[in-house]
């Protein structure tokens, strides 16, 4: 087939990620740290949401571009094998819409594509994920608030993935509570019922643990209105930074990393392509 020969760079690296006009720099870092483990790879970077690509080139005049654009220009390039790796948290809505376009350039592409599980997918790598994290966070004599983002509909696709989150962290400690910010158990909706329960468990510190792969709008305002409103009652803080950001976020935990470098690997893998062996 004439067109095939104009398929001649091996790989590439899609990062697909929802976008922050805030922090948008820690999705460059992580593609730093993806370049590094995957030398013989370009990586891309592509935000979904239309509205950080449009402020971030009005704000800062930064132009990026979401991900039916850069896999055009990933094809256009001709690159052989494409891993779009999904940087997100749940399986959900923009998980499943990055599938939804990875299956259509299939159509048409003669590139061998594959897009990786969101990072909370596998059972046994988002109970280690849980596990490891709560301990990194914990306090003595502090409760933690984990607060999801959530989803605005309960019929989702993967909102068992949020929902087993919520569950196994309440399970494991006596002072874990969860809420979202929409959708399922929104704090709004029922913050009386949760200082309750917590002033019943003995709760006189809290600490506001923000589910986010970036500190981006919704850590500074939401997050901040919840630490406030809990106030109040108890003496509430948000979680400090678990890495060299002064923000608590997810997406620069090595743990969330790993998950993705090994997501990735594994996409490569399955093209029959084997890299060397990384110790995660």
Same mark, same amino acid.
């Given at each position: 087939?004439?067109?095939?020969?104009?398929?001649?760079?091996?790989?590439?690296?899609?990062?697909?990620? +929802?976008?922050?006009?805030?922090?948008?720099?820690?999705?460059?870092?992580?593609?730093?740290?993806?370049?590094?483990?995957?030398?013989?790879?370009?990586? +891309?970077?592509?935000? %979904? /949401?239309?509205?950080?690509?449009?402020?971030?080139?009005?704000?800062?005049?930064?132009?990026?571009?979401?991900?039916?654009?850069?896999?055009?220009?990933?094809?256009?390039?001709? +690159?052989?094998?494409?891993?779009?790796?999904?940087?997100?948290?749940?399986?959900?809505?923009?998980?499943?819409?990055?599938?939804?376009?990875?299956?259509?350039?299939?159509?048409? /592409? *003669?590139?061998?594509?594959?897009?990786?599980?969101?990072?909370?997918?596998?059972?046994?790598?988002? %109970?280690?994920?849980?596990?490891?994290?709560?301990?990194?966070?914990?306090?003595?004599?502090?409760?933690?608030?984990?607060?999801?983002?959530?989803?605005?509909?309960?019929?989702?696709?993967?909102?068992?993935?949020?929902?087993?989150?919520?569950?196994?962290?309440?399970?494991?400690?006596?002072?874990?509570?969860?809420?979202? *910010?929409?959708?399922?158990?929104?704090?709004?909706?029922?913050?009386?019922?949760?200082? *309750?329960?917590?002033?019943?468990?003995?709760?006189?510190?809290?600490?506001?643990?923000?589910?986010?792969?970036? %500190?981006?709008?919704?850590?500074?305002?939401?997050?901040?209105?919840?630490?406030?409103?809990? /106030?109040?009652?108890?003496?509430?803080?948000?979680?400090?930074?678990?890495?060299?950001?002064?923000?608590?976020?997810?997406?620069?935990?090595?743990?969330?990393?790993?998950?993705?470098?090994?997501?990735?690997?594994?996409?490569?893998?399955?093209?029959?392509?084997?890299?060397?062996? +990384?110790?995660?």
């Amino acid at each position: 087939m004439k067109r095939y020969r104009h398929y001649n760079k091996k790989r590439a690296i899609v990062l697909a990620c +929802f976008g922050s006009v805030i922090e948008q720099q820690k999705y460059l870092d992580l593609k730093d740290v993806v370049e590094d483990k995957f030398p013989d790879c370009e990586v +891309f970077v592509s935000f %979904s /949401s239309r509205m950080v690509i449009k402020m971030l080139k009005k704000e800062k005049n930064e132009e990026y571009k979401n991900l039916p654009q850069t896999l055009a220009d990933v094809d256009m390039l001709g +690159f052989k094998h494409v891993v779009v790796a999904s940087v997100n948290i749940y399986p959900t809505d923009e998980h499943e819409v990055l599938k939804k376009i990875v299956d259509g350039f299939k159509h048409f /592409s *003669l590139a061998n594509l594959k897009y990786t599980n969101a990072v909370l997918t596998k059972t046994k790598e988002t %109970s280690d994920f849980l596990k490891d994290l709560n301990e990194k966070v914990t306090q003595e004599d502090t409760a933690n608030l984990y607060v999801i983002h959530g989803t605005p509909r309960l019929d989702t696709s993967g909102i068992d993935s949020i929902n087993y989150a919520a569950s196994f962290l309440e399970l494991i400690s006596e002072s874990n509570f969860t809420c979202s *910010l929409e959708g399922a158990m929104p704090y709004n909706e029922i913050s009386d019922a949760l200082k *309750l329960k917590m002033k019943k468990a003995g709760v006189k510190k809290v600490q506001v643990i923000p589910m986010l792969l970036v %500190s981006g709008n919704h850590y500074m305002k939401d997050m901040h209105e919840i630490r406030d409103d809990l /106030s109040d009652t108890f003496d509430s803080t948000i979680a400090s930074s678990l890495s060299k950001g002064d923000t608590f976020n997810l997406i620069e935990l090595e743990k969330t990393q790993t998950i993705i470098l090994k997501e990735i690997e594994d996409s490569f893998k399955m093209m029959g392509i084997k890299h060397k062996q +990384f110790t995660y």
